[in-house]
């Protein structure tokens, strides 16, 4: 299994997952998976359908029990919790769903709103102000805000959803699926958000995703699953190299291939000159 | 209860369960197709892929004992594994009940408000109308009677004793558990599918506190409010067809009414909506809850909720009248 760059080592882990082993009843989902996060990190999580990456992020954001195992987030213990300690965690990181998971009953803006008003003791005043900014920090326009989700498209949905997660300020956002649903040009949109918050915030990303342009152009490192272990980690250009016949289907075909001569062609000259660490 | 009363149950019971057997295995002797679901007989054209379904030698024969053993086994798995989702879905909402009691600040007045409106105030034009209309029916049947007797004034009796006491709490019942724990069922099944419930949680919000307590403490104010409105309109619709049927005024209705019905039956009566309140909120939640999958998940849930909910307020009210008869009330 390679690792994390020598340079990564000496940073602080976000997430540290320790021999995490899941079940549901007999079908087992992982067995004996360790994995690190590192502070300001763009960290994606791959492998085919029902390889148990949703179930691997939803252990990571306290909704759901694994079987056994450990998993520390921000340097907490998510294992017993108590109501008050997990609510502080949860308020510590952003979310965003697959399909947006916004509140069909509230408008967009009263949506990203919604933590701060749960949570926080600002004025509505300044938590639409507050809202307001997170909607145009992620690409959406002004009258976005008045609109309910139903009025959405796929991708203003996603981008609303990510407002919301990145309502109360967190250190970390996961990210489900991100540009799955996506036209290629709103998807691109999404790359250039995510680097973003990471270039501007110095956020910590968590995603899972099967756009290879999205993980060739954003992703520091890759945790590729299969067959309930980790089959490996490394950059993107690390795993092209392997020879791990559960890994190498992510890099062949042409849909591989031209994601691959992409990345190349715009990641290549950037590279040399800003490498965020 | 007489033998004759109780060789009539016995003998339904039988053949009901005798019947219920009989379709289970049939079900099984039909190859169950995923695209007709079954529909079809063997050796018929299935509709939807137009080729014969073959007979398959090696299914086992439908009297098989073996068969209906396993059957039996899987739906009372099944049975236990409900009644245990169920036990931990009542634990997790006492929980959150308790978090109001001692945090009173954290009660959400608005969505109880809001709740109050829609299952309570919104119910009123149906509850009205469909009690006024059992009124009527319980006057004109017991009008033919009467008047073979001439004993045309004890309609009072018979409307409003049966009204006041069973007809009003259990009309209403079902007719919420239709509207409102099916809305229930279906809001919170959808929320589930679309992911909205572990935003919920995510964003540090107990969906038990926002989505299950509210509309308990809602239905069990508003179910109380609306057997006491289904029994003035059901009374209303007896005392009508009183008059119109037997000749009965209005003054001679209410004054035997007052003389026939006890304070008791009144209150008997709406002293049962609370927990039937209970019983449609829980279980229209519980149900919602229980939604995986997609869209075809949340109907299911929803029918599921509605046909649970009147069947326990049914038994409900079943025990409720043997325990009254024991307490004398």
Known sequence: MANASPSAVATELVIDVRQLSTRFGDHVVHRDINLQVHRAEVFAIIGGNGSGKSTLLREMILLHQPSSGSIKVLGVALKGLSREDALDLRLRWGVMFQHGGLFGSLTVLENIGLPMREHTKLSDAEIDDIAAAKLALTGLKPEVGAQYPAQLSGGMMKRASLARALALDPELLFLDEPTAGLDPQSAAGVDELVLHLRDQLGLTIVMISHDLDLLWQVTDRVAVLGDGTLQAVGSMAELSQLDNPLVKPFFEGARGRAAHTAAHLITQPKESSSKPK | ?329
């Open chain 2, 1 to 329: 209860m007489g033998s004759p009363g109780r060789k009539v149950i016995v003998l339904t019971v039988s053949a009901c369960s005798l019947n219920f057997c009989a379709l289970a295995n049939i079900g099984q002797v039909f190859d169950a197709h995923p695209v007709c679901g079954g529909a079809q007989t063997r050796g018929r054209a299935c509709p939807s892929l137009g080729r014969l379904m073959k007979p398959n030698p090696t299914a086992p024969a439908w009297h098989d004992y073996r068969l209906v053993l396993a059957r039996v086994g899987r739906s009372a798995v099944g049975l236990f594994e409900q009644v245990d989702a169920m036990l931990a879905f009542l634990g997790e909402t006492a929980l959150a009940f308790v978090g109001w009691l001692f945090n009173p600040g954290r009660i959400r007045w608005r969505v109880v408000l809001f709740n109050l409106r829609t299952a309570g105030f919104d119910a009123l034009p149906i509850v009205g109308l469909l009690s006024f209309l059992l009124g009527v029916v319980v006057a004109y049947q017991g009008a033919d009677q009467l008047r073979q007797y001439g004993a045309n004034i004890f309609v009072a009796d018979l409307v409003g004793l049966s009204m006041l006491r069973e007809f009003a709490p259990l009309i209403t019942a079902i007719i919420v558990a239709g509207r409102s724990g099916s809305a229930y069922a279906a809001q919170i099944g959808t929320m589930a599918v679309t992911e909205e419930i572990d935003a919920l949680r995510t964003i540090g919000i107990e969906p038990h506190e926002l989505l299950v307590l509210p509309k308990i403490v809602a239905l069990v104010i508003a179910l109380p409010l609306l057997t006491v409105f289904a029994d003035v309109l059901g009374v209303l619709g007896g005392m009508v067809m009183a008059k119109a049927q037997l000749g009965v005024g209005f003054a001679e209705f209410l004054d035997r009414m007052a003389k026939a019905v006890s304070i008791t039956s009144y209150l008997v009566g709406i002293a049962k909506a609370p927990v039937f309140a209970a019983i449609i909120a829980l279980v229209g939640c519980f149900q919602g809850f229980r939604t995986r999958g997609g869209a075809d998940s949340v109907g299911r849930q929803t029918t599921r909720s509605v046909v649970q909910s009147i069947f326990l307020v049914i038994v409900a009210d079943a025990l409720f009248s043997i325990a009254f008869s024991v307490l004398d009330l």
